[in-house]
């Protein structure tokens, strides 16, 4: 299985990349796991002059390729002010640009969040849960992680052992949903 990590952060020591990074490992090491973070699609803050004058940036291309190519897309968004960070809109806005396609191409997701606090980025799960299938997006399940200090380890993962059992029994459904698609 082709799984794409995204991280919707920019931040270099990113709680949600390293979740993503965790979730992505727990799919078992027979899978081909490609991570990325928004720092690796850096462009202009889309704007219609600049797509007219110079056309949709060769990153927003790249990630489009990304997901066009991948059987599972883990998406893990940081949460500011509620939604979705900037860094992650505006490659979101640009990947939405190209002709002829929806963002997602119905790629199952599995979406997720962690936050220091106790509503675990609920604001922006439930803000692309919503928005998502307007783009072509198909959220299979949604993972919350609140408190990330208490619940995640740096170096271990997930340690919270409610949020393991969770996790698994999503990680099976979408394992299942690749079962299904192969026959």
Known sequence: MKILALSGSNAENSMNSILVKYVAKQFGENNEVEFFDMNDFEMPIYKHEIEVKSAVPAEAQKLADKIDASDVILLSLPEHN??????????????????????????????????????????????????????????????????????????????????????????????????????
Not at 120 to 142: C, D, I, Q, Y
Not at 150 to 161: P, Q, R, S, T, Y
Request: proline share 4%; hydrophobic share 40%.
């Open 82 to 183: 509620g939604t979705y960070t900037t860094a992650f809109k505006n490659v979101f806005d640009w990947v939405s640009r190209i002709k002829d396609r929806t963002v997602w191409s119905e790629v199952p997701m599995l979406l997720m969040s962690t936050s220091p606090g106790a509503r675990g980025g609920a604001g922006v799960l439930e803000a692309a849960s919503k928005r998502f299938p307007f783009h072509g997006g198909n959220v299979v399940e949604t993972f919350s992680v609140p408190f990330y200090q208490d619940n995640i380890d740096k170096n271990e993962g997930l340690v919270n052992a409610d949020k393991i059992n969770e996790l698994k029994e999503k990680i099976a459904k979408i394992k299942q949903l690749e079962t299904i698609l192969e026959k």
